[in-house]
């Protein structure tokens, strides 16, 4: 069975702070699909990034980075100089590839306030 | 930028009545998917379509219905609904990758559904 865990259910930041985002995931496939989402205020989801179990390279776009390690089975998410526009709930979620209808396993989100 | 498309956006219907919530993607995607979001919470997938004519259950049991006729619409049909069906959902939809790859699913604004 697979499996999406964010810990962190509410965090609240002053403006240009950092915040790390846990995410810790269980799933039996060898080959699957880890993403991250943003849902702010007005609902929609955004897609913010896709990595597959063979690419453990970390990554940086702008202000986000993320930390992918197998080994702990995480998939951290860490922004810098928070700002207020950062303010939402995040999503962390699985795919696994065995599946073929790549399907999403969401957590239950952790609500990011960002506080000017 | 994804180019789905939900109507409506928000509404409030009576005890009973039989509603359509529409979806449309403009990019050509194979798959879609409809999730159902209570506030504060995980998204949970009701239904899915791997391409025209294909509907399948999600991991939530849910009593709307779906249809795909055609590759850029995929409404969701609830015949009589009730305040238990009050919630948001939100349309995905998603690329096939080559090899199997699991791709990015692009999400509607949602719509927020109320029943008295």
């Known amino acids: 069975a697979q499996k999406v865990t964010q810990a962190q259910t509410e965090i609240s930041v002053v403006e240009k702070e950092d915040v790390t985002l846990d995410c810790v995931y269980e799933t039996r496939d060898t080959t699957y699909y880890l993403f991250w989402y943003k849902q702010p205020p007005s609902g929609e989801l955004v897609f913010l990034i896709r990595r597959n179990s063979f690419d453990e390279q970390n990554e940086i776009s702008g202000r986000y980075s993320w930390n992918f390690q197998k080994s702990t089975s995480s998939f951290n998410f860490t922004i810098t100089a928070s700002q207020v526009v950062d303010s939402a709930v995040y999503f962390c979620a699985l795919s696994e590839a065995g599946t073929g209808a790549n399907n999403l396993f969401f957590g239950t989100g952790t609500r990011l306030t960002v506080i000017p | 930028e994804a180019d789905i498309y939900q109507t409506p956006r928000y509404l409030v219907i009576g005890t009973g009545k039989k509603i359509t919530l529409e979806c449309s993607q403009t990019m050509g995607h194979d798959k879609m998917y409809w999730y159902q979001q209570d506030p504060g919470m995980e998204l949970h997938l009701i239904h899915y379509?791997?391409?025209?004519?294909?509907?399948e259950k999600g991991d939530l049991s849910s009593e709307s219905t779906v249809s795909r006729i055609r590759t850029e619409h995929f409404p969701l049909t609830l015949e009589s609904a009730r305040p238990s069906h009050t919630s948001q959902y939100l349309c995905?939809?998603?690329?096939?990758?080559?090899?199997?790859?699991?791709?990015?699913?692009?999400f509607g604004p949602g719509t927020r559904l109320t029943v008295l």
């Open positions: 995905a939809s998603s690329e096939y990758g080559a090899g199997g790859r699991n791709n990015e699913q692009f």
């Open positions: 379509s791997y391409g025209v004519n294909s509907t």
